[in-house]
């Protein structure tokens, strides 16, 4: 990746990073043809975090039947995050930017923490085409989406992209 | 649809696109595993896999397979215990080389072949819903990919053996 800077405007940068198992994935793979929570978060140590996460696991058990993706990314190691998502019982993927390389491309770096120089915690809910549907700021804890506002997002981008909404008849 | 096929044989199929022999943890032959990309079923023994298991390049591995007998009847995708050994294998915290569900019909778990090459971890989720065995493969016949990104298990159309991911 050479592009200096990537401003997240309409289309969230096809990121391409080691997954929790130490495989390189792209974004737009992982995605695929679904509508997809993407979370930017501190990492493992935060109880921010971790509070939305057990959210975010909720969550899960619905998004699974419903055709909806979830994809969380921070600066913890690979093997971190694989013990994070273990212990969590997520069963999504999460990406790991332990080099910072797209910490400041994608302007999300929390710059008031100078030690762990982690992502700002940031959720989207995008398209199949890495559009963005909405966005959410979580500095502030009550920034992030309920359970309930993500269910709306993602309702909506599967009404607008799935011809067969209104059942066939 | 899919058009990857694997079948366990007594001997080499003459017309495979991928074929490599089996052996028990102890040594002793354990038959052939074969594999064909074709759109038609090529032997009565094959079932549907996902495409991506199959790797004329893929290097030897060890193999937790499991392999119904589908005259005794064979669970739908949709029962509980299939889908939870599903959410099991998203949520392990050691993802194998590959895994594919098999299928005989659009429908009906048909089985499971799951490949490690690196330490072995003998837990397979699939082995809790039907009686599984591990195996030593030899190289030429199956390959590497990751697991869907999750937590979808449910996708969109039928006859695509999981963990295959798009329309």
Known sequence: ????????????????????????????????????????????????????????????????????????????????????????????????????????????????????????????????????????????????????????DLRAVTRAIRPDWEPPR | MSRAWVAMLDAPAPDADAQAPLEELDGRPAGWLAAWLRKAKPVREARRADPRLIDADGAAALLAIVWPDRDRGLLAFDDLAVQHARREML?????????????????????????????????DPFARVEPGRVLHVGAGVVGAFPLPVGPVIERHGSAQPWPWEWF
């Open chain 1, 1 to 152: 990746m050479t592009s200096p800077t990537q401003s997240i405007a309409d289309v969230l940068a096809d990121l391409e990073l080691p997954d929790h198992a130490g495989r390189t994935r792209r974004l737009s793979e992982l995605v695929g043809g679904d509508p997809t929570i993407v979370q930017f978060y501190r990492g493992w140590w935060c109880p921010k975090e971790q509070a939305f996460f057990r959210r975010l696991v909720e969550l899960q058990d619905e998004a699974e039947v419903a055709y909806s993706g979830i994809v969380s990314i921070s600066v913890d190691p690979a093997a971190t995050a694989a013990a994070f998502r273990a212990g969590l019982g997520a069963r999504w993927t999460f990406l790991s930017d332990s080099e910072r390389t797209w910490l400041d491309r994608l302007e999300l770096r929390e710059t008031t923490d100078t030690l762990n120089n982690p992502y700002l915690p940031t959720v989207f809910v995008v398209d199949p085409d890495l559009r963005i549907h909405s966005r959410y700021d979580g500095y502030w804890f009550w920034g992030r989406p309920t359970a309930e506002e993500l269910r709306q």
């Open chain 2, 91 to 123: 949520r392990t915290a050691a993802p194998p080389d590959a895994v594919s569900t098999l299928l005989v019909d659009d429908s009906h778990f048909a089985g499971s072949i799951t490949v490690r090459r690196g330490p072995w971890v003998d837990d």
